[in-house]
């Protein structure tokens, strides 16, 4: 059997690159009728997340345990997988007020890849272990590898050397028996079925992909203090419309008018954790940064 025939093979056993009965006929039909058939698929998405939920938690305690260990959680991946962890990294710095080194996403091909297709470069495993060995990639750190075939090989090699290294590994894949979800120690699998337009796994499984990643995140940012309540009291306020943000979000969590939270974050040099820790509290500027650092950033714990 020849490479190209085993590859046939191997795509032929893929949930994502099935033929879909629905949609068949989809050049067949009016505008309406096609947005009304992907929404009609899109429904499956959410419910097929839901039951990848007890790993996706597993995979958030993993997260928040490296970042209290100093290290870092890492997406990586290919195509339009590669390109979701970049998203999903690049958001976290101004949603969470966490550096950029935090949370790292990497593609294959590098940041060309994101705008320009570099299809190719998957197809190289030793670039997916390159990439974390120029991270410095250390054992502290949790590695996401994201393929939605589950087969890549840069994101295999990836993975293949997180392991080496003492890394937590965690594969997001929308085929449960695939190579990253037997080889990595969490598996994220939504089994989301085959595409509204067979193979193009930006749609259905893109979305899933974009579910599970918000909810590692988030959900990790959440559990290390960058929320209080839901509200982000860790947002940098970087443009008028954050600001204007950050002033509402004192308000909210205070319950005080809009001068006193301006007034709040103006002393407060625009922290916002600051100044609704002097509002609540009527401590001072000093006291309120000397109660966050002990409580270690927490805005509930420096409350109570």
Same mark, same amino acid.
């Given at each position: ?5 085993? %590859?046939?093979?191997? %795509?032929?056993? %893929?949930?994502?690159?099935?033929? /879909? ?18 929404? !009609? ?7 097929? &997340?839901? =039951? ?19 290290? $870092? ?40 890849? %994101? ?35 589950? $087969? ?10 997180? =392991? ?24 994220? !699998? ?11 796994? $930006? ?10 990643? *918000? ?10 203090? =960058?929320?209080?309540? /839901?509200?982000? &009291?860790?947002?940098? !306020?970087?443009?008028? =419309? ?12 205070? *319950?005080?008018?809009?001068?006193? !939270?301006?007034?709040?974050m103006a002393r407060a040099e625009n922290d916002t954790k600051v100044a609704i820790l002097t509002v609540l509290t009527g401590k001072s500027v000093e006291v309120a940064r000397a109660d966050l650092a002990g409580a270690d950033g927490v805005l509930r714990r420096a409350l109570s």
């Open positions: 059997m020849t490479a190209s025939d085993t %590859l046939h093979a191997q %795509l032929q056993q %893929l949930v994502s690159e099935g033929r /879909n009965p629905r949609t068949t006929d989809i050049d067949l039909m009016s505008s309406f009728e096609i947005v009304g058939a992907m929404n !009609a698929e899109d429904r499956a998405v959410p419910e097929a &997340v839901g =039951k990848t939920l007890p790993e996706i938690a597993r995979a958030v305690d993993a997260i928040v345990a490296a970042f209290n260990n100093g290290g $870092r959680l890492v997406y990586i991946g290919a195509g339009t997988s590669g390109r979701l962890g970049v998203l999903d990294a690049s958001e976290c710095p101004p949603t969470f007020g966490v550096p950029p080194t935090m949370v790292v996403g990497l593609i294959a091909g590098g940041l060309d890849a %994101l705008v320009n297709a570099s299809e190719g470069a998957e197809d190289r495993s030793e670039a997916g272990a390159a990439d974390l060995v120029d991270i410095g990639l250390t054992a502290r750190d949790v590695v996401v590898g994201i393929a939605v075939s589950g $087969r890549t090989p840069y994101v295999i090699g990836a993975l293949e050397h997180a =392991k080496a290294q003492g890394a937590v590994t965690v594969a997001l894949t929308c085929n449960p028996d695939s190579p990253i979800a037997r080889m990595a120690d969490i598996s994220i !699998a939504p089994v989301v079925g085959p595409e509204v337009i067979t193979g193009s796994t $930006r749609l259905k499984s893109g979305t899933a992909q974009k579910l599970v990643l *918000n909810m590692l995140s988030t959900a990790s940012m959440v559990r290390i203090g =960058k929320t209080y309540g /839901n509200l982000m &009291v860790d947002m940098i !306020a970087s443009n008028e =419309k954050l600001m204007a943000r950050a002033v509402r979000i004192v308000m909210q969590a205070t *319950n005080c008018s809009a001068e006193v !939270a301006e007034a709040a």
